[in-house]
Structures are given as C-alpha cells and as structure tokens.
C-alpha cells in the first residue's frame, strides 16, 4: 500500500502482506514473553521452496524496517547460495542495506551458525529452522509433546543422551543439541554445532527462530539462560580442534574441512567467512593463505 | 456528520511504516523489560484513548483479535467506532474473550486473573494488556528482574492498578500460563512481560 506506484505490479514493504505480518509479529511477542516455546502461527508460502529458509524469512520480513541493514549467512557463509539469494531477496522486495559484517548487522538471518563476533544489544539473529521439536524423533505426536513441554516432562531427552553414552561413551550428538531455556522450556537451537550453544547463553543479541514448514516461531531475549542438558558425570562438551584455521590462523573458532585433492589432502577453515576476512585483513596469516596477502572480498561483501 | 469523521481520521500516516516501527519499539520493550522505547504513533484517536496506545491497536489488532476496553473508554463511544473502523477488531463481550485489552483508567481496573491466561499447553492464548499511564516515571519503583536484563532493571510507573505488585506476583507464579503487559505513556513504552519478577531491594519477591 506504501510500494511506489512507478510500475504496475508492486509487492507490498518486505514482500508480506500486512495481515500476514501483524499476525506474524503476534506471535513474535508471545515467543519472546514465553522464552523457548514454540508458539504456532499460519506460516505463508514464499517464493522459495521449504527448506529454504521460509520461516527464517518470514521472521526477518515480518521485523525489517527500512532503517535496518542485513546478514545473512548460511552455514557461516556470507557467500553460499542460501545466503545469497535471500539477501537478494530483501533487497529487492525491501530495498535494505545489506552487509557482510557482523558488528554493523542490526539483523542476521542465519542457517546453522552463530558468528563467532559476540553480538551487541540491539541485534537480532533470526534462525532457519528446519524441525523446531526438540522432542519430535522421540515422539512423533504432536499432542504428545505439546503435553510434554507443558507438564515439563522431559526424561525421554535425558534417556536419548544417556543411549548415546552406553553405546559410544559420551553424548555423541554433536548439532541440533538440545537446550533448556531459563530453566523451563527445552528448546531446539536449530541445526547448529553445538559448539555454538555455549554462545546462545546470556547472549547480549535478541534470538528469534522461526520454521516455516512446521509453522514454529520460538524465541530467546537478550541476557537469558540457555543451558545444554548434560550430566553431572559427563558434562557438556564443545567440539575441539587440533590445528587452527589454515587461512587466518584462528583458534577456538569453528572450521570447516575443505578437500584439496584425491590423495587425502585436506584444509580446515573458518566457517565464519566474516571473522576469517576480517582477521586476514588484520594481518593474520595461515600456513595455506599464500603470500599474496588476503584475496578480495567476496563480491557482494561491505554495506552497500 | 462530525462523529463520522472522528471514527475516520487520525489513523497511521504511512501505515507500513508506523506499524513497523511501532512493532520494534514494543518488540525491543518485551525484549528489554523495564527499557523504554519509542516509536512513531502519529495517531489521533478520540480521547481518552492515547495515541501511544492506539499505535500498539493498529500495530497488533486486526479482526482476528478481539479487544476489551476498560470501562473509561467504553464511555466514550467514539473509541470503540474507531478501533472498529481502523483495526476491525471486534469488541470482545467479556475480558476473557479478548486477545488485547485497553486500559484507559489502570487505578480501577479490575483484576489480572480476569483476562485470558492461555493454558498450559498452549500458553501464548492469553491476553495482552495495553495499559496507559501519565508516566513511566515517578510512582512507586518496580525492581526488575528476569529474562531480557542483565541484572536489575527499575520502572517507575504511575498510576498502575491496585495491589500491583501481589497481582504480578500471582501472574508470574502462573507461568508459562499468564498476562503480558505493555505500558505506554507520552514518554513511550516499556512492558513487563509474564516472564519479569518484581523485587525489592534485597532481591526478595515482592508482596
């Protein structure tokens, strides 16, 4: 009703109708007052297949303003086609700055990674969430775990924990793994690592989470807990890795494995591409990064 | 035709702008409870409707959530023919039916466990109260705590409904079930949402 009336066919700011998007933002409030519940809400279909990030986009499309400049990473990436054709998308049907810097993002749509650049007050991180029941391959009934999460019933996740410890020694799940929300509500913190968790607790950042297939929206506010379930006698554990980044040289970041050849050769990278760039640029050096010096950003890569 | 033109006018300028930014504004609040925030409300409604308040009712109501008004604002007839008219939203018959109650008079209003609770499995069925006050500042100090602040958060809100504090207290103890609170005033909005403890100054449930 506001689009600019130059050209005959015009979608609507943010391509989501009004309704859509109050009934959107409803739901938003409700998620953020009841911290890890899944709140649900007549998820739309969008111009991309599910899967895709339809309730990630959704969210975003739902909260973005004009004022507002967008990341978005997939896998870490700023650069994989996810990541690139929703930016595309806003900035078509919303015509918002994008970017690929996590300190000048007031929005991150992210599929399966945090940044590794702790967020700041203000910020948003909205997560793509493919299956937002944490209890869902325990028990396929809806009904069922509705009244699981209401009666706080939640000994089946520790029996699955506890199964992974009998069979492998220690809790083998490694993303998707579940969390307990202040205390209350055990939540999925979408397909992330779970070395990422650790980052959701306490986080300074607003987190919004949305699936659009399964028509989930559930939320974290700033500044609340987020505890990985564990045991007393095996507790929770980050993944660790050996060597660090061979582009920039970083530790305690996430890596990627990257094949090089068919004789077993191999690299680990940043999955961050932002914080990989950003200490290249700062003068850090791999043993693979070449003597070039960092190559170009990638080509969509400052706010534009 | 004066009445008419009451009902008509006074509405968002840009309405997907206005209601963008207002939804911000209230979504950083409940992030944040105790912060205020501000968003564009160039609303004009009829007394004794606030247009920090009718803001929040273009922002959030449409004909799928129906409204309760206290009765200060049923009083006057013009308010509810122009939420009618710019919302659709239908005026629910008692409090319990409402999606989003209105509170003109928050001294007389009657108590929080009238409202929509939701229920234990589906807790977000409650009711959002949108209450308006003269300012966030210079009642009696609410101590907050709770999910969306870092340690303590303070709110000085005035006029709030009687026994306030005992009532917040029994809508917390409800959780997940319970009542959300949007406060606006000319000085913009904070909310309190259900997950917000109030304590004194030794940390201690207030009662």
């Not at chain 1, 689009?3 to 943010?14: E, K, L, V």
């Not at chain 1, 809400?41 to 959704?58: I, K, L, N």
């Not at chain 1, 810097?101 to 700041?120: G, M, N, S, W």
Request: hydrophobic residues 40%.
């Amino acid at each position: 009703m506001n689009a600019p009336s130059d050209t005959i066919a015009q979608y609507n700011f943010a391509y989501l109708d009004e309704q859509t998007k109050r009934m959107i933002r409803r739901a938003i409030l409700k998620a953020i007052a009841i911290p890890g519940y899944q709140v649900p809400f007549a998820s739309r279909e969008m111009p991309m297949p599910y899967g895709w990030g339809t309730g990630g986009v959704q969210v975003t499309a739902s909260i973005i303003g004009p004022d507002d400049v967008l990341k978005v990473i997939d896998q870490g990436a700023d650069d994989t086609t996810n990541a690139v054709s929703i930016r595309a998308f806003f900035q078509k049907v919303a015509h918002v700055a994008v970017t690929t810097h996590t300190a000048d993002a007031t929005i991150v749509q992210t599929r399966h990674r945090i940044p590794e650049e702790p967020l700041k007050e203000g910020q948003v991180l909205v997560y793509q969430v493919p299956i937002p029941e944490p209890l869902r391959f325990l028990e396929p009934r809806e009904t069922e775990t509705r009244k699981m999460h209401a009666l706080e019933e939640y000994g089946l996740m520790h029996v699955k924990l506890y199964e992974d410890i009998a069979q492998h020694g220690h809790i083998a799940t490694t993303f998707a793994y579940p969390v307990k929300v202040e205390g209350r509500y055990v939540m999925d913190p979408s397909p992330t690592p779970k070395f990422d968790n650790p980052k959701m607790h306490m986080s300074r950042a607003l987190q919004l989470f949305g699936a659009g297939r399964e028509k989930r929206i559930y939320a974290v506010p700033p500044h609340t807990r987020v505890e990985s379930l564990d045991f007393e006698d095996h507790p929770f554990e980050v993944q660790r890795f050996d060597e660090p980044c061979a582009l920039c040289g970083g530790m305690d970041v996430y890596l990627d494995e990257v094949i090089l050849d068919d004789q077993g050769g191999r690299m680990f990278v940043c999955s961050d591409t932002d914080h990989c760039e950003e200490r290249r640029d700062a003068g850090h050096r791999g043993h693979l990064a070449g003597e070039d010096g960092p190559p170009s950003s990638i080509s969509e890569g400052g706010t534009q | 035709m004066a009445f008419d033109s009451i009902a008509i006018e006074g509405g968002f300028k840009n309405p997907v702008f206005d209601a963008q930014s207002m939804f911000r504004a209230v979504m950083q609040a409940l992030a944040e409870p105790g912060t205020v925030h501000r968003g564009i409300a160039l609303t004009r409604p009829p007394a004794p409707l606030t247009p920090e308040a009718a803001g929040v009712a273009l922002t959030l109501c449409d004909q799928d959530t129906p409204v309760w008004l206290d009765p200060a604002l049923r009083a006057e007839e013009a308010v509810g023919t122009w939420l009618a008219f710019h919302t659709g939203a239908p005026l629910a018959n008692t409090p319990a039916d409402a999606h989003f109650i209105f509170v003109a008079d928050a001294e007389n209003l009657i108590g929080l466990e009238n409202f929509a609770q939701g229920t234990q499995e589906y807790p977000d069925r409650s009711a959002t109260l949108v209450l308006q006050v003269k300012s966030l500042t210079g009642g009696a100090e609410l101590v907050l705590e709770g999910p969306g602040i870092e340690s303590r958060a303070r709110l000085s809100p005035h006029p709030m409904p009687r026994h306030f504090a005992r009532q917040w207290a029994q809508n917390r103890a409800r959780f997940p079930r319970g009542i959300d609170i949007v406060l606006v005033s000319r000085e913009g909005l904070a909310a309190l949402p259900r997950t917000t403890r109030i304590v004194n100054q030794e940390g201690e449930p207030c009662m």
